[in-house]
């Protein structure tokens, strides 16, 4: 091959690893509400350094989204452009949408999801007085390694 033709296609190697490489792995699931907020579970998004209780609240599970998560920007720091991917559709008139298969930036999957199992944590509930939700995790989003 060229130097031509060589150079470019190694800057953009270097590109897409270092975007890959700079994703966090992050867990998506739900957390219990209470009081006000009684309609839950929420869905809550937290990074991989994080408490579940600590997570960013993404909104009622049961929400009337099509798509469910994947009609909302993923919660990751430094990275606005992040959609989350592959929901399946709500089924008319009480369904859920599915959870995130994957993880897309501009057009291009850069994390896929795993499911997780289910692990719960006690998280000290919104109402206070000493009372706690239960936080469950569902998937796992980890960065597509490439190369
Ligand atoms: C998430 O995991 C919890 C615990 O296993 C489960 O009860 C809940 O149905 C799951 N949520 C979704 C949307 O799959």
Known sequence: MHVLQTLPLLALT???ALSAALLPTIHVGT???CGTNKYGPDYIAWLDDQ???DGTDLGIVNSYRGHGLCDLTAPIPDHPELMFSGCAER???FGQAGLPSGVMENGNQVMEC???GGQETACPSPCGQGQTVMAASNVTCSPIQRY
């Open 14 to 16: 270097a590109t897409l």
């Open 31 to 33: 957390i219990q509400t």
């Open 91 to 93: 089924v008319q008139p």
């Open 51 to 53: 408490s579940p209780c």
């Open 114 to 116: 795993h499911e997780a």
